[in-house]
């Protein structure tokens, strides 16, 4: 498959803890973004990365929320202190350079997280 | 801000039948637009994309249509099936450099009833 990758599929979490997830893009897509989805509500957008690059961050980004893209190729998301308003799927997509592919976004399956 | 509206929130309707579902946006200053299907607890599929210079965009049974000056889009289904059961969302990117972030709306929930 080379699809979008994300892991793990289902986070069930207490309260105060912190998770981590992975997203591994399309392997020749340099552009990487994370959204969150609550029920009912459409994606809304968190960051953006261009290879190792963080150019675009949302004001739903709190400071208990930080993403990685180390290497340019696989990024990571961590929300430390959980609440239970973070309950929601996250969401990872990628998208080709600039000047191919027409910044066409392709989705992972998401990641659902569940805090108790 | 960028708001994208779809109308209505759901939809049933017998197989076989040509239906069109609606998404409003307030800027129309797009760079593209973009229509996905949605599958209940899953990601999102890439149906279909206009660039802000296109009109129409075609895909087997799947008609999408861009009017940026009324900031409007439709997405019209051929002869419908059961597998076309899912929620449907638009979204857009707006013009700006640096900005990559897609707007999307709620979306319409579609069923398809044999």
């Known amino acids: 498959d080379t699809g979008v990758s994300q892991d793990p599929r289902h986070k069930i979490t207490k309260r105060g803890q912190n998770v981590t997830f992975r997203c591994d893009p399309i392997?020749?897509?340099?552009?990487l973004y994370w959204y969150r989805q609550t029920l009912g509500q459409g994606p809304e957008f968190l960051t953006y990365?261009?290879?190792?690059?963080?150019?675009?961050k949302s004001r739903l980004l709190s400071d208990r929320f930080s993403a990685e893209r180390p290497k340019g190729s696989f990024s990571t998301l961590e929300i430390q202190r959980t609440e239970q308003g973070d309950s929601a799927m996250y969401l990872c997509?990628?998208?080709?350079?600039?000047?191919?592919?027409?910044?066409?976004?392709?989705f992972g399956p998401g990641t659902r997280l569940t805090v108790l | 801000k960028q708001e994208v509206t779809q109308i209505p929130a759901a939809l049933s309707v017998p197989e076989g039948e040509n239906l069109v579902l609606n998404c409003s946006f307030t800027d129309s200053a797009i760079y593209n637009l973009q229509w996905f299907r949605q599958d209940p607890g899953k990601g999102l599929t890439s149906l279909l994309l206009?660039?802000?210079s296109q009109r129409e965009q075609t895909s087997g049974r799947l008609n999408a249509s861009l009017d940026k000056s009324s900031g409007r889009s439709t997405l019209y289904i051929a002869a419908s099936q059961p597998g076309d059961s899912a929620t449907y969302l638009c979204a857009v990117r707006l013009w700006g450099a640096g900005s990559y972030q897609l707007t999307f709306g709620k979306g319409t929930k579609l069923s398809v009833i044999p």
């Open positions: 990365f261009q290879n190792e690059a963080q150019l675009e």
């Open positions: 997509a990628s998208s080709l350079p600039r000047g191919q592919g027409d910044h066409e976004q392709f």
């Open positions: 206009i660039q802000s």
């Open positions: 392997s020749e897509h340099n552009r």
